[in-house]
């Protein structure tokens, strides 16, 4: 995790996810953080809204003051970081989304963490909007969190699938944010009507699973429930989780990993943090 990028607008859920950004840094030493910052041209949303095409140097004027007042607030942001660890700011003008995936798929970035708004924030709806893109397209991991995160109050991990030939890469990455959270994996396997199969299958595949794997400091749990996405935020509930790990896939034909759409939905109604894989590579 050499590059962390950190999309922010100066919210409160931007100022947490830069906080965790800097805690996870300095344990994992020698990465550096990228505060991402886009700006909207006025312009584009008249285009999109009224179908303009004349851009008013008004305007531009207005761009070229706003970029200056970004910098100024983001070089601020960064000098009140109370830590070693390299924090850079990058800004662009454009949609939000189309620039941060942008910048996700063409710069090298290993890990993107995103703050969202608490379930009952309806002033920030779209923040919540643009992370569910993230976490759908984002090629890296992609961490989402709500509040302000202690790294070392961090001493569970759920970890759901349905132990099916789970790819070997996402097993190491399962490991090795284990190891760089020192918590205990809470393994489960969310049971569903659409897709039950009984107790002692379960407990036998898992138990597989985790010898075949060589995974220490872990629990084994079944969780009924009507579909998987409700079922993993309410075994996270439950055990009072303070994270959950996804596999995620885009294709048909890996049904050892969640759907795209799955892990929206935990990452939006989840409270603790949320780390998406993306295995269709």
Same mark, same amino acid.
């Given at each position: 995790?050499?590059?962390?990028?950190?999309?922010?607008?100066?919210?409160?859920?931007?100022?947490?996810?830069?906080?965790?950004?800097?805690?996870?840094?300095?344990?994992?030493?020698?990465?550096?953080?990228?505060?991402?910052?886009?700006?909207?041209?006025?312009?584009?949303?008249? =285009?999109? #809204? *009224? /179908?303009?095409?004349?851009? +008013?140097? !008004? $305007? %531009?004027? @207005?761009?070229?003051?706003?970029?200056?007042?970004?910098?100024?607030?983001?070089?601020?942001?960064?000098?009140?970081?109370?830590?070693?660890?390299?924090?850079?700011?990058?800004?662009?003008?454009?949609?939000?989304?189309?620039?941060?995936?942008?910048?996700?798929?063409?710069?090298?970035?290993? =890990?993107? #963490? *995103? /703050?969202?708004?608490?379930? +009952?924030? !309806? $002033? %920030?709806? @779209?923040?919540?909007?643009?992370?569910?893109?993230?976490?759908?397209?984002?090629?890296?991991?992609?961490?989402?969190?709500?509040?302000?995160?202690?790294?070392?109050?961090?001493?569970?991990?759920?970890?759901?699938?349905?132990?099916?030939?789970?790819?070997?890469?996402?097993?190491?990455?399962?490991?090795?944010?284990?190891?760089?959270?020192?918590?205990?994996?809470?393994?489960?396997?969310?049971?569903?009507?659409?897709?039950?199969?009984?107790?002692?299958?379960?407990?036998?595949?898992?138990?597989?699973?985790?010898?075949?794997?060589?995974?220490?400091?872990?629990?084994?749990?079944?969780?009924?429930?009507?579909?998987?996405?409700?079922?993993?935020?309410?075994?996270?509930?439950?055990?009072?989780?303070?994270?959950?790990?996804?596999?995620?896939?885009?294709?048909?034909?890996?049904?050892?990993?969640?759907?795209?759409?799955?892990?929206?939905?935990?990452?939006?109604?989840?409270?603790?943090?949320?780390?998406?894989?993306?295995?269709?590579?």
């Amino acid at each position: 995790m050499k590059k962390i990028l950190v999309p922010f607008d100066f919210t409160l859920p931007s100022e947490n996810a830069l906080d965790f950004a800097t805690q996870l840094a300095e344990r994992q030493g020698s990465s550096e953080i990228v505060l991402f910052h886009v700006i909207e041209h006025p312009s584009e949303s008249r =285009l999109k #809204i *009224m /179908g303009a095409t004349n851009f +008013d140097p !008004l $305007e %531009n004027i @207005f761009m070229t003051k706003l970029i200056q007042q970004s910098k100024l607030k983001l070089k601020k942001v960064i000098n009140n970081v109370m830590s070693k660890v390299t924090v850079n700011f990058k800004i662009l003008i454009g949609n939000p989304y189309v620039s941060l995936a942008g910048e996700v798929a063409n710069q090298d970035v290993n =890990l993107v #963490i *995103m /703050g969202t708004p608490g379930l +009952d924030d !309806l $002033e %920030n709806l @779209f923040l919540s909007s643009n992370a569910e893109k993230v976490v759908r397209s984002a090629q890296c991991p992609v961490i989402t969190i709500k509040n302000k995160i202690h790294i070392e109050k961090i001493k569970s991990i759920v970890f759901a699938s349905n132990f099916e030939n789970v790819n070997p890469r996402f097993i190491e990455r399962v490991s090795f944010v284990q190891n760089l959270m020192q918590a205990q994996l809470r393994i489960v396997k969310i049971n569903t009507p659409a897709n039950f199969t009984n107790t002692p299958y379960d407990i036998k595949q898992m138990s597989e699973f985790v010898e075949s794997n060589i995974i220490s400091n872990y629990t084994i749990d079944i969780h009924n429930f009507n579909n998987e996405e409700d079922g993993i935020v309410d075994f996270a509930n439950f055990i009072e989780a303070d994270m959950i790990m996804l596999g995620t896939h885009q294709r048909k034909g890996m049904s050892h990993f969640f759907n795209r759409s799955v892990a929206e939905d935990v990452a939006n109604n989840s409270k603790c943090p949320v780390i998406t894989v993306q295995l269709d590579e």
